[in-house]
Nanobody
Framework: QVQLVESGGGLVQAGGSLRLSCAAS????????MGWFRQTPGKEREFVAG????????DYSDAVKGRFTISRDYAKNTIYLQMNSLKPEDTAVYYC????????????????????WGQGTQVTVSS
């Protein structure tokens, strides 16, 4: 069973940057598409960004496209989310996710596509 542990969240002013990390242990994630979702109280968890198992394809929600960048380090079994030009509406708990099935190019935006979740890390953007 894989364990996903996020880090890097915190409080930042609008316009600032944060870099989230998701370290995997227990099993390799190199064969899986990986991604980030976020959730605010009372709302459904939503897709933010995804990266294919090969690392060659990325996908972003319209809300973050052009501001966030997802990447992965196979040697460290870790994925990252670089978040720039942060806005108050980016405030949420951010979750790392591993795709349910291996060797897929697309991360998938549906919660049903996810096989494993991290515990989440809080990102708060002040105005």
């Amino acid at each position: 069973q894989v364990q996903l542990v996020e880090s890097g969240g915190g409080l930042v002013q609008a316009g600032g940057s944060l870099r989230l990390s998701c370290a995997a242990s227990g099993r390799t994630i190199s064969d899986y598409a990986m991604g980030w979702f976020r959730q605010t109280p009372g709302k459904e968890r939503e897709f933010v960004a995804g990266i294919s198992w090969s690392g060659g394809t990325t996908d972003y929600s319209d809300a973050v496209k052009g501001r966030f960048t997802i990447s992965r380090d196979y040697a460290k079994n870790t994925i990252y989310l670089q978040m720039n030009s942060l806005k108050p509406e980016d405030t949420a708990v951010y979750y790392c996710a591993r795709r349910l099935t291996p060797f897929t190019q697309a991360m998938g935006r549906s919660l049903g596509d996810i096989g494993s979740w991290g515990q989440g890390t809080q990102v708060t953007v002040s105005s």
